[in-house]
């Protein structure tokens, strides 16, 4: 059974930096594309990063600049590295990913639990 789990959320001043990991378990073939999403309280699940097998990454406008996606394939992990962190950036952040497993020939979306990223002075 494929989990996802997340780890690297914080309490973090303004400015300050966070890298976040999520590690995908029970993965018997192959996993496509990861992405990191971000839910604040009161507002919907969006967007922040993303990035594909091939190692292409893309973000959205709000962190372009501040955040960088990457990924380990050999550990099923990927990463957002997170600077000039702003209160607006608080939310819980969750992982995403597409995973096909042996013998399976369709694709499935897995998410994680989520982790807590506090921007604060």
């Known amino acids: 059974q494929v989990q996802l789990m997340e780890s690297g959320g914080g309490l973090v001043q303004p400015g300050g930096s966070l890298r976040l990991s999520c590690t995908a378990s029970?993965?018997?073939?192959?996993?496509?594309?990861m992405r990191w999403y971000r839910q604040a309280p009161g507002k919907e699940r969006e967007l922040v990063a993303a990035?594909?097998?091939?190692?292409?990454?893309n973000y959205a406008d709000a962190v372009k600049g501040r955040f960088t996606i990457s990924r380990d394939h050999a550990k099923n992990t990927v990463y957002l590295q997170m600077n000039s962190l702003k209160p607006e950036d608080t939310a819980v952040y969750f992982c995403?990913?597409?995973?096909?497993?042996?013998?399976?020939?369709?694709?499935?979306?897995?998410w994680g639990k989520g982790t807590l990223v506090t921007v604060s002075s």
């Open positions: 990035i594909t097998s091939g190692g292409s990454p």
């Open positions: 029970g993965v018997t073939y192959r996993v496509y594309s």
């Open positions: 995403n990913a597409g995973v096909q497993q042996a013998s399976a020939s369709y694709v499935m979306t897995y």
